[in-house]
């Protein structure tokens, strides 16, 4: 199989492409500095020289509080990039795999998320991903797998922003009040390439497993890392951003996990593999 990768230097991207070269894959990676997904002609140029039989788009604009003033770049990147990119997989008979946001809802349910349910996004970036879905789904056979927390190697994930912040004075102060599901990259490249393996298309949901707020995370992530570091409870409102987010947006992966007959791991399982190295 010859493969893909847009976004290829995030953490996502780079976690496939460890995957492919594992396993003996062809492909191709490009990120933003090589190539701009809001322009079509760069896109069209790309994909029609090296003719993948999958493309996995990783690319993003997740500044989540900048796209409140960028709307149209997060809207041309996560969402009308998506239509360009979905052209192509058409024509060349490509199969796509693009990635969602747990961000496209309200919070309102107040209990895990699943496919059925109708997206309300709060905030321009969850509208930009919710564009981006539409346009990934035109293809046949493609697939769109909504994420919760991403993170794995790099710097841009809570853990290592908690890290950080752990080292200045003082208590720690993280929200209680924000709910979902962190979800470490491996889990994702296990579940996508099983899912492959399958044929697997739609609109599907791949956090991890479990749910907890932003503050047990960071109390996980502290004492993982053996840091002596006191972490208070607080509120999402005390921390005024320019993006409204949902307090609760935990996903519900169990229909993923019965189509393909996995087990996803507990976010607390690979929370520590990732950290501890463990296998």
Known sequence: MRAFIFGSKGQLGKAFARRFEKEGWEYLGADSDELDVTNPVQVTEALSIYRPGLIINCSAYNQVDLAESNQKLAMDVNGYALRSIGMEAKKFETTLVHFGTDYVFDGSKKAPYTEQDSPNPLN?????????????????????????????????????????????????????????????????????MAAMQRGLSGLWHLPGSGVCSRYEWAKEIIRLAGIDKEILPAKMADFPAAAKRPGYSAMDNSALCRELGIKIPHWKESLAKFMLGKN
């Open 124 to 192: 321009a970036y969850g509208k930009s991903k919710l564009l981006g879905e539409k346009y990934a789904l035109e293809p046949m056979g493609a697939s769109v797998f909504r994420l919760s927390w991403v993170y794995g190697e790099g710097k841009q994930n809570f853990i290592y922003k908690v890290r950080q912040w752990a080292e200045k004075e003082g208590p720690l102060k993280i929200a209680d009040d924000e709910i979902s599901v962190p979800t470490y990259t491996e889990d994702v490249v296990d579940a996508v």
